[in-house]
């Protein structure tokens, strides 16, 4: 009898393309094929420009690839991936609203009253480290600070998949490696399937169980998928120090490093034409 392993978020020969404004087509992505078990967290890196972005979207049920089929829990997609928390590049605070109430709104929204809304947002805001933070607005918090509000309002919400639009790019180095190690530490406490977006090769490896390499675009395509085989728990600054993890790194490198230089050929090229 055939068993087939379940995943939470399935991309099947997804191709994402858009209708320019002179009419012509361009294909972002060809042909993809990704799959990610529950609880597994995988990390897509490739050249600026290469669909990482769109991929999450995919998955996410804000774009309708043009080809293809995308399956949440081995169901199809239909419209919003409502198993699904997005965790965006820049800040998605209400910047009139208080840093609970930024993160209890992801209840309130969905009925729960207010005052068991708040208790949770207190709760998680506790698990980020921001238990006395509470009262403050987004301008009054650090970058770090308000990234964290922003993965409680997320996770409060108790989504089965997490999509990460590189959450940590905005912020400095050392602040992104703290972020990184609570990101696992709170990965660890409940698995949640991950799709975690970045540009920074050794992020990439530090954080995820895979490491998916794209393709310079146009029609970009997946090239490369690597297991990252460095014992758990880790710790973000710990771990780089690994002689198996710079093994790794320079094997996908060595890999990356030609399609981020055709990305910059192409981006050169094209200012050029302009």
């Known amino acids: 009898m055939q068993t087939t392993t379940p995943t939470a978020v399935a991309l099947e020969d997804t191709k994402v393309a858009f209708r320019l404004g002179d009419g012509r087509v361009y294909t972002a992505v060809e042909e993809a094929h990704l799959a990610v078990a529950p ?10 420009g290469c669909g990482k972005s769109t991929l999450l979207n995919v998955a996410a049920g804000l774009l309708k690839p043009a080809s293809g089929r995308v399956r949440v829990f081995d169901r199809p997609l239909a419209g919003l991936n ?53 009262n403050r607005y987004p301008h ?11 993965l409680a309002q997320v996770l409060i919400r108790d989504p089965k998949i997490l999509l ?17 190690n609570l990101l696992l530490e709170l990965w660890s406490a409940d698995r949640k399937a991950v799709l975690f977006v970045t540009h920074d090769l050794e992020e990439a490896i530090a954080l995820a169980d895979r490491v998916v390499i794209m393709s310079a675009g146009p029609s970009s395509r997946i090239i490369g998928d690597w297991r990252v085989a460095l ?4 710790d973000i600054f710990e771990v780089r120090l690994d002689r198996e993890f710079h ?16 990305g910059y050929a192409q981006s050169s090229q094209a200012m050029e034409a302009v």
């Open 39 to 48: 609880g597994e967290f995988v990390a897509i890196v490739g050249p600026t």
């Open 82 to 134: 409502r198993d699904a928390g997005y965790l965006f590049q820049a800040d998605a605070l209400f910047p009139w609203k208080t840093a609970i109430d930024n993160v209890a709104i992801g209840l309130e929204i969905k009925g729960a009253p207010r005052a068991m809304a708040l208790e949770r947002a207190q709760g998680w805001l506790t698990s980020v480290g921001l238990g006395a933070f509470a």
């Open 140 to 150: 009054m918090l650090s970058g770090g600070q308000r990234k964290r509000v922003a």
């Open 164 to 180: 990460m639009d590189e959450p940590f790019g905005p912020l400095d180095a050392q602040t992104r490696q703290v972020m990184g």
């Open 231 to 234: 014992p758990r728990p880790r």
């Open 247 to 262: 093994a790794l790194h320079r094997e996908i490198w060595s890999v990356l490093k030609d399609e981020v230089m055709k």
